[in-house]
């Protein structure tokens, strides 16, 4: 425990110091403006969901904007690590991992709040946390910020023996609960909001997280001398119509300013992150 | 004659067949070519829009994941696909991130920008790239290269295969067309040597089989026509057989008359429409001894002043023009006229007028000179005639007037009935001279009886019976005593001997011997017996000599020497129907020596041998002054 304090700490000062992480290598003028998102979802469903601001930002800083993602949180997180975004969307627990360990500088987040879920098939039978001990539950990946939930959640409920299950998207994890191919699954309540109602509509929310740090936006620091640019073309385009109509339809209420303790509290959870990177997982 | 296959009918058919089946084949071939290879081109770019949305729909998320692993693999079980010859993914910088089928130490191939099946790709290969889009971000290029080889192979077998199906269908055709030429046109071919054999005038044969097609109908014409030309040939053959005899017989007919015109001693000259002068016998030259070139082509009145100016100015030449009226005024139907100079020749002229376009007058010339001649000669013979007997006969009519009206003494009586009786006999012997000349110019010696006899015997015979003149001397014979033949009328050749022997003794008043001489001249064919009766007479000038055998001609003017007159004539003309000759020698005052030769046959050796004076040959008889044959 102490040393996670101590770890904390220095994550909370090495920023302030500029000593956190090494300077991030400067990209190359012509390079695309790359913005990684975590894949809380399938790739073509992030791409397609950030289009209006990779197009706003185009317009804004004058430079092509490409949005990219990774096969799973935990690549991700290393990609994060390697400083391969130039604008990195993701939880709050790898945010704060690369607010600690990149150097990444926390921008903003959306207005509503986050939140996970435990999922299980509406007509199962499932209706305690121990009624899954045995069974299969699916997870986003070992990395992601509802898989870190719903595992705690597992083991604050004392459900032994569980088998988990990695997939690549939350669709896909809609999909197996409704095939019966597992007893529970964890994702994001937006992501669950989101699925296709007849699978939405299949489902049942068996647990429900406090409201976390969801995405937030962290800008590489090597952008940092251009941070109030980016930032106010970020504030520029929630202001647009389009902004309006992509929060509008994820539900994801705005942009508002994030509290440094917002990332702190994800210390936890990236810790874990962090580890499974040691891990190579 | 056979023809080269090129220059048939058939041939020329069959090439044109084979031609336009060649194009459409080569068309054929060619539009197969290129459907095949728009289809396969198609198919190939059907291919690349199926594959490649697939390709990036199943490239979009590991590309947005940057998950190249992912996309390696992708790129590698995609390559498996058949057709496609490599694959390879750029991200949005351009930066290959996945590769498969194509070296990654190489730089990928330059896309096409069209679909070319012909390029310089080898193995041939469609290049092309596709964006790799989500939205409206660009996650990276899919670049793939088509492989067309497979293309490139159907086409070439398609080609092959193409060529050598066309190339059966063509020996095919070659052999069915040639086949079906051969029906169509072998019936052309007989028409043709049917035709060959009209042309050379042979006969045909076989007619060229007929029917209802067009060959058929062909052949009926044909035959139609090879009738009529047998029958046009006929006529004309009938035609050049007339014509030939037409020409045959005109020009035996021309012949006959060139013939008739060159014999004839007639001269024409004709005129044509434009009264120029076409043609003129050749006695018509003779006649005016004029050239062709001197009357051929003159008109009328050039022709008729040069005739004119030849002719003499008591016989004028009037013109053709005025021939008829002159003719008229001489109250004869043809004109005469006289030619000038040596010759004074007199030529009858006539002319006849035609209707004909080539002739339109013909002028007829005869040369009546001779005639002309004999005209004169017996008008002077029947005044000499009727001056000779009229003498005695004036003598008798006296003398017997006298003796009716008078009384005489019976010896005066007895002298005017011996002068009436001597003057008959003068008048007598003038009738029987007569008698004998017109009967030899009219029998011309049909009446003389030859035989072969003896001269020398002969002329004895006549002097024996000639009556020698009181106080006269016989004459003497002189020459070989062998006989002397010849071929002749006793009594005719006799009959001049007398007048020759008489004349001598009448013509040689003061008395002179009178000799006779026989000899033979030449050898062989050429041998002659010459006969010559000399006197020392009163002789004749050479006018008078020339003259003496004219009838009625008298050299004694004075009336003195009895005599008719004839003798000479006489002897002339026996002489000339026996193919002898006659000379006279004569000189005034001293004698005539008067000559005939006559043909001898061949006369016994002994006879040629020596004459009765002793000379083997006498001189022959060639000097006479004159020569009467």
Redo the contacts between chains.
């Keep these: 425990m102490r040393s996670r304090l101590r770890v904390l700490a220095l994550s909370l000062l090495m920023p302030a110091l500029g000593l956190a992480a090494p300077a991030p290598p400067a990209a190359p003028a012509s390079a695309p403006f790359r913005i990684g998102v975590a894949p809380h979802s399938s790739a073509r469903v992030i791409i397609e969901m950030y289009q209006p601001l990779r197009q706003h930002l185009e317009q804004a800083l004058h430079r092509p904007v490409e949005i990219v993602t990774a096969p799973d949180f935990t690549e991700f997180a290393r990609r994060g690590m390697a400083q391969a975004y130039d604008i990195a969307i993701t939880t709050g627990h790898q945010a704060r991992l690369l607010q600690t360990d990149a150097g990444h500088l926390p921008l903003l987040t959306y207005k509503a709040d986050f939140k996970a879920v435990a999922l299980v098939l509406g007509q199962s039978r499932f209706r305690e946390p121990k009624e899954l001990a045995g069974g299969t539950v699916i997870g986003l990946s070992g990395s992601s910020l509802v898989t870190l939930w719903g595992q705690q959640w597992l083991h604050r409920n004392s459900v032994g023996e569980v088998t988990m299950r990695y997939v690549s998207a939350s669709d896909s994890v809609g999909q197996l609960l409704v095939k019966g191919e597992a007893s529970a699954g964890f994702m994001s309540l937006a992501n669950f909001q989101n699925l296709a109602p007849p699978v939405r509509d299949q489902l049942r929310v068996l647990a429900e997280s406090l409201p976390m740090a969801g995405r937030v936006y962290l800008l590489n620091a090597r952008h940092r001398k251009e941070q109030e640019a980016i930032s106010a073309a970020l504030w520029a385009f929630a202001e647009t119509p389009d902004a309006k109509q992509y929060f509008a339809r994820y539900k994801l209420g705005g942009y508002r300013t994030l509290e440094p303790r917002e990332l702190v509290a994800m210390e936890p959870y990236a810790n874990d992150v962090r580890l499974a990177l040691k891990q190579g997982k | 004659m056979r023809l080269a296959p090129w220059r048939t009918l058939r041939g020329r058919l069959v090439a044109a067949a084979l031609l336009v089946e060649l194009v459409m084949l080569a068309i054929l071939v060619g539009n197969s070519q290129r459907l095949l290879r728009n289809a396969m081109g198609e198919q190939a770019r059907d291919q690349a829009e199926q594959i490649a949305p697939v390709l990036t729909a199943a490239l979009?998320?590991?590309l947005?994941?940057?998950?190249y692993a992912?996309v390696q693999a992708v790129l590698q079980e995609s390559h498996a696909i058949r057709g496609i010859d490599y694959l390879a993914v750029t991200d949005?910088?351009g930066a290959i991130v996945a590769i498969s089928g194509w070296p990654a130490n190489m730089p990928l191939p330059t896309v096409d920008a069209a679909f070319n099946l012909d390029d310089d790709d080898d193995p041939p290969r469609y290049d092309l790239a596709l964006p790799i889009k989500?939205?409206?971000?660009?996650?990276g290029t899919l670049q793939m290269g088509l492989a067309l080889g497979h293309i490139v192979v159907a086409r070439k077998n398609l080609l092959t295969q193409g060529m050598l199906i066309a190339g059966g269908e063509l020996l095919l055709s070659v052999g069915l067309l040639s086949f079906l030429g051969y029906l169509i046109t072998r019936q052309l071919t007989r028409l043709t040597k049917a035709s060959l054999a009209v042309a050379e005038g042979r006969p045909v044969l076989k007619a060229a089989p007929e029917g209802p097609d067009d060959v058929g109908r062909l052949g009926a014409a044909f035959n139609a026509m090879q009738r009529a030309i047998a029958e046009r040939v006929q006529q004309l053959t009938q035609a050049r057989d007339e014509n030939a005899r037409i020409a045959e017989s005109l020009r035996e007919s021309t012949a006959q008359l060139n013939a008739i015109f060159e014999l004839s001693p007639d001269g024409f000259v004709s005129f044509d429409a434009k009264g120029h002068i076409t043609y003129a016998s050749p006695a018509f030259f003779r006649m005016l001894g004029w050239a062709p070139g001197q009357v051929i082509g003159l008109d009328e009145p050039a022709f008729s002043a040069r005739l004119a100016n030849a002719c003499t100015e008591t016989a004028q030449f009037p013109g053709v023009a005025g021939l008829p009226q002159a003719a008229e005024a001489a109250g004869r139907k043809r004109q005469l006229i006289e030619l000038a100079g040596s010759s004074k020749r007199v030529l009858e002229v006539g002319l006849r007028r035609s209707d004909a376009e080539a002739v339109s007058q013909i002028l007829f010339f005869r040369d009546v000179t001779h005639e002309t001649e004999v005209d004169r000669m017996k008008s002077e013979f029947l005044s000499h005639a009727a001056h000779e007997l009229r003498t005695p006969m004036a003598s008798i009519a006296g003398f017997a007037e006298l003796l009716a009206t008078r009384k005489f003494t019976d010896e005066r009586r007895q002298d005017v009935v011996g002068i009436i009786r001597r003057q008959s006999s003068v008048m007598v012997s003038i009738i029987n001279e007569l008698l004998d000349l017109v009967r030899i110019d009219d029998r011309r010696g049909q009446d003389f009886e030859f035989t072969q006899l003896d001269l020398r015997a002969l002329v004895q015979e006549v002097l024996t019976d000639f009556g020698v003149p009181d106080g006269r001397e016989p004459a003497t014979l002189h020459g070989p005593p062998t006989a002397l033949p010849v071929r002749a009328d006793p009594q005719k050749l006799a009959q001049a001997v007398r007048n020759i022997v008489s004349n001598a003794y009448k013509y040689s008043p003061g008395g002179g011997p009178v000799t006779i001489t026989l000899q033979r001249e030449g050898d062989g064919a050429e041998a002659r017996a010459a006969l010559q009766v000399t006197d020392c007479g009163i002789g004749m000038t050479p006018e008078q000599a020339a003259r003496v055998c004219e009838r009625f001609y008298r050299a004694d003017a004075s009336g003195n020497i009895p005599g008719t007159g004839l003798g000479m004539a006489i002897v002339k003309e026996i002489v000339t129907l026996h193919g002898g000759e006659m000379g006279i020698a004569s000189t005034a005052g001293v004698g005539t020596s008067v000559s005939l030769w006559l043909p001898s046959p061949e006369a016994p050796a002994a006879a040629r041998a020596s004459t009765d004076d002793g000379h083997a040959t006498a001189e022959p008889l060639a000097t006479m002054s004159v020569s009467l044959s």
């Design positions: 979009v998320a590991p947005a994941q940057s998950d992912t949005a910088s989500l939205s409206a971000q660009r996650l």
